[in-house]
């Protein structure tokens, strides 16, 4: 009976001693099979980050690369444009055409023409030189560019709401002064950066409302650089191999003998600025002899200090007639005949934006309307903006004679020689 009590208690001790092995093999084959999986896992994720860098990466360096200028083929150009169908708009320069990349993108296709190769070939360099360097939110964006001999074209963003003038002279006069007085000041900025800011000095030379685009919510840029100029910011003057500009806006010493420098920009820019307030053209031959030329009616407005004709006429609301007011001396200071004696358009921001006080301004015209040669005026012989303040030097014409003018002009130094 002892035995066989024995032999069932060994038997039963054997299968429980089985069963516990089974149970611990059994939890090691668990626990080893989730130690290989946590490690397939972390390797996978590992593998899925570095997967994540690299396309991170690749991405950035693709639009690292997108910031230069990109090469097109004509035949890449005449699928985007449809072979060239929808036209934007045309001039001298050659014609604008709207075109679609086959990612959506958007452009103007700007095909340059020309009385001759060599024409053509100094607008593409002159433009590709310039504006391909440099990105500033007021200057348009150049994507690309065609070389190929039968089609030298230029690749811009695409400015959806067209060119200032058609807002100031033609039928679609729907921008408030507010909103004029916004793209007066960003493209104020955009000619500063392009004088001030970059590695070499860019001279543009043909500012004027149909080279200030506008975006969708009208934010002025800068456009058309045929003309443009790169120069050492060593250089004082500027060499010219030939007249530029459009007349009306181009500045007095680029076709009498005064030294050219980056100034006849801001000549130029206070040109647009008359027709900015004006909301007309500068020049109208249909209005009285008075009115046909708006800078001078202004400056016998000013002169007189019939601010509230002046306002009523060009139909200036009150609340804007302080930034009204602050233009027109703006404008009369950045189309003084004399180049030095007009700001940097760095201080031309800071005035139109209030930051700077504005001193009276001088009379502009005397090279237009007293028929002075160069050197003649009553005028000190050398006078400059430094960059936030107005200083006239001491030497004068012999037989001028000085008063002093305003608080204000007190402030900056400023004397004006009496007539």
Known sequence: MSTYDDS????????????????????????????????????????????????????????????????????????????????????GFGAVYKGIF???????????HGNSDQTIGEQFMAEVSTIGRVHHFNLVRLYGFCPE???????????VNGSLDKYLFREKKILGFEKLHQIAVGTAKGIAYLHEECQQR??????????????????PKVADFGLAKLCNRENTHITMTGRRGTPG??????????????????????????E???????????????????????????ENGNWEEMMIVVGIEENDR???????????????????????????????????????????????FMGSSPGTHNLPAASFWDGSTFDLSASTVQGSSFVRGTPTMKKYEIEIAST
């Open 202 to 219: 860019i001279v543009h030379y043909d500012i004027k409302p149909e080279n200030i685009l506008l975006d969708g919510q009208f934010f």
């Open 322 to 368: 302080e930034k009204a007011e602050r233009m027109i001396k703006v404008a009369l200071w950045c189309v003084q005949d004399r180049p030095e004696m007009r700001p940097l358009m760095s201080v031309v921001v800071k005035m139109l934006e209030g930051g700077v006080e504005i001193p009276a301004p001088l009379y502009p015209f005397k090279h237009i």
């Open 102 to 112: 086959g990612n959506g993108k958007i452009v103007a296709v700007k095909v340059l």
């Open 8 to 91: 069932n208690v060994s038997s039963e001790r054997a299968i429980i001693l089985i069963v516990v092995l089974v149970i611990v093999a059994v939890k090691i084959v668990f626990g080893v099979s989730i130690c290989l999986k946590r490690a397939q896992n972390k390797s996978s994720s590992v593998s899925q980050d570095a997967r994540f860098l690299t396309l991170t990466i690749d991405k950035f360096l693709n639009e690292m690369e997108l910031e230069k200028p990109i090469r097109f083929t004509s035949q890449q150009l005449m699928i985007a444009t449809d072979n060239f169908t929808h036209l934007l708009g045309s001039g």
């Open 149 to 159: 001999r039968n089609l030298r074209a230029l690749v811009y963003e695409y400015m």
């Open 276 to 302: 900015v307030v004006g909301r007309r053209r500068n020049l109208e031959r249909d209005l009285s002899e008075s009115q046909d030329w708006f800078p001078k009616w202004v400056w016998k407005k000013f």
């Open 249 to 274: 806006y181009a500045a007095p010493e680029l076709w009498m003998p005064y030294p050219v420098t980056h100034k006849c920009d801001v000549y130029s820019f206070g040109m647009l600025l008359f």
